[in-house]
């Protein structure tokens, strides 16, 4: 592996994981054992002691019964009987001169003379080193009443042993632990990145060739991973949306603008083309002051339209009072109301609150009431009513015109369209579509009710409380 694969894996959060995974397991593997060592060499001791104390005080009771006889007797019946000579036993008189010494012959490395020359002599335990090897002789010593020191002792050759052991296991245990620390590290960190691996693919899939419709697969867990997962899949659904919208919006507009361009190169041909009198120039300008005008318009509201169906439309959000912004727009439409002799009803109430764009809203009640006056024949009446419900405000605008038929009915909410029946009057065919685009981007809905020949029944629905962070 060159020294470059190395320097990039090194940097690689995986192989972080995997180190801090590993050093983690071997620490802590390492402090177990180094405890169960302490543990076990401390327990060895302590049983060792014990079976010298109480070696001590048979022994003790020997001498105190049948002097040094009761001593020699006990281990002359001890080497009868085939027990082993384990202990190592010293009487010394009140100076602590040597008066019986049992040392068995293994034990000729360890040097008595500093117990002759006074250790013990006050001190409870002892331990005499080997100058052969790591063993130890401990020693424990008595005063009896008549001054007499007896020291009775073993060697901890035993636990050595099974301490050495231990450690012989630890050594080549650490090789296993450092080889299953990174093993199993390796093995989680390729586990918990797998989500990871997958979002990069996916990501570098889109990267490449530009196809949003990727997604990321479920994941089956509740855990962070998910959620990200959830997040990534939730932020492509929506640039997916914005991708369309913004295409669709864009074929709509060079589709729709095609008709009214050809519409104004055609006044203008037909203008230079003709007789050039200055009343001719002047009607073909007008003309095609009224078609960009059209056109200017139609684009804006087009522009809208997309914003609100994508859901980049800004809200300006305030708490409005409904029956201000109702009374606006029926003052705006009362001229030409009047015009066709159309009775404009009011029904509702002076206050009437929620949160929305009001500018928006009057657009969405403009466009409604236009509708209404338009499509409805002279002396008619049209009504607008508003009223609450616990979360919800409801508005309706009523006419008595022509109707739509079922058949047409979900195709009004469409851009651009117009029903055979309504291409007389002036319209784009956006004033729906707009309408809602903006209701639906406030959280609401709107719904028509219609019966040919005898009128149309419009009603939105509004949430009265919307945040920011909803939208
Ligand atoms: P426009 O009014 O400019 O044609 P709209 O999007 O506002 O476009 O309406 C789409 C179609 O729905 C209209 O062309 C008309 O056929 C029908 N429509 C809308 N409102 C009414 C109404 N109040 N009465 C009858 N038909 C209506």
Same mark, same amino acid.
């Given at each position: 592996m060159s020294l470059r694969v190395l320097e990039r894996l090194r940097r690689t959060f995986g192989f972080r994981l995997t180190l801090w995974y590993a050093a983690i397991f071997i620490l802590s593997s390492l402090a177990l054992f180094i405890l169960a060592y302490f543990f076990l060499a401390s327990s060895l001791r302590q049983k060792d002691h014990e079976l010298i104390r109480s070696r001590l005080r048979e022994v003790e009771a020997e001498y105190l019964t049948d002097g040094l006889k009761g001593i020699r007797q006990e281990l002359k019946m001890d080497r009868e009987v085939g027990k082993p000579n384990n202990f190592f036993i010293r009487l010394a008189g009140p100076t602590n001169h040597t008066i019986f010494l049992n040392l068995p012959? #293994?034990?000729? %490395?360890?040097?008595l003379k500093s117990l002759e020359a006074g250790a013990g002599s006050r001190a409870v335990w002892t331990r005499l080193g080997s100058k052969d090897d790591e063993n130890g002789l401990e020693i424990v010593t008595s005063r009896m009443a008549n001054g007499a020191i007896l020291q009775v002792g073993k060697d901890t050759e035993s636990r050595e042993d099974l301490l050495e052991t231990f450690r012989g296991i630890f050594f080549g245990g650490i090789l296993v632990i450092i080889v299953l620390g990174f093993g199993a590290g390796q093995f989680l960190t390729w586990r918990a990145l797998a989500p990871i691996r997958q979002l990069i693919a996916t990501v570098s899939t889109i990267a490449d060739? %530009?196809?949003? +419709?990727a997604r990321l697969s479920a994941i089956h867990t509740d855990d962070e991973f998910a959620e990200l997962s959830r997040l990534v899949n939730r932020m492509l659904a929506r640039i997916e949306t914005l991708i369309t919208g913004m295409k669709n919006t864009l074929d709509n507009v060079a589709h729709d603008l095609r008709t009214p361009m050809t519409r104004l190169r055609g006044m203008a041909e037909m203008a230079l083309a003709g007789n050039g009198s200055p009343t001719a120039c002047r009607e073909a300008l007008a003309d095609c002051l009224e078609e960009s005008e059209r056109v200017l318009a139609m684009l804006n509201t087009l522009m809208d339209i997309s914003e609100a169906e994508t859901g980049t439309l800004h809200l300006n959000l305030k708490r409005v009072n409904l029956p201000e912004i109702l009374a606006s727009v029926i003052e705006l439409y009362a001229y030409v109301a009047e015009d066709k002799q159309i009775t404009l009803e009011s029904n509702c109430p002076s206050e009437l609150y929620l949160t929305g764009d009001p500018e928006r809203l009057r657009q969405t009640l403009a466009n409604l009431l236009d509708n209404a006056i338009k499509y409805s024949p002279e002396s008619g009446k049209v009504t607008i009513e508003a009223w609450d419900r616990p979360d919800q405000v409801v508005i309706r605008v009523k006419d008595q015109g022509p109707g739509i038929a079922p058949a047409e009915i979900p195709r009004i909410?469409? #851009?651009?369209y117009r029903g055979d029946e309504s291409r007389? +009057?002036? %319209?784009? %065919?956006l004033g729906l579509s707009l309408v809602k685009a903006i209701v639906a981007a406030h959280h609401g809905q709107v719904e028509v009710a219609s019966q040919p020949g005898l009128g149309s029944e419009f009603s939105v629905y509004l949430p009265k409380q919307l945040s920011l962070t909803s939208l």
């Open positions: 012959d #293994r034990w000729g %490395g360890f040097s060739t %530009g196809k949003v +419709q909410w469409d #851009r651009l007389s +009057q002036r %319209g784009l %065919g």
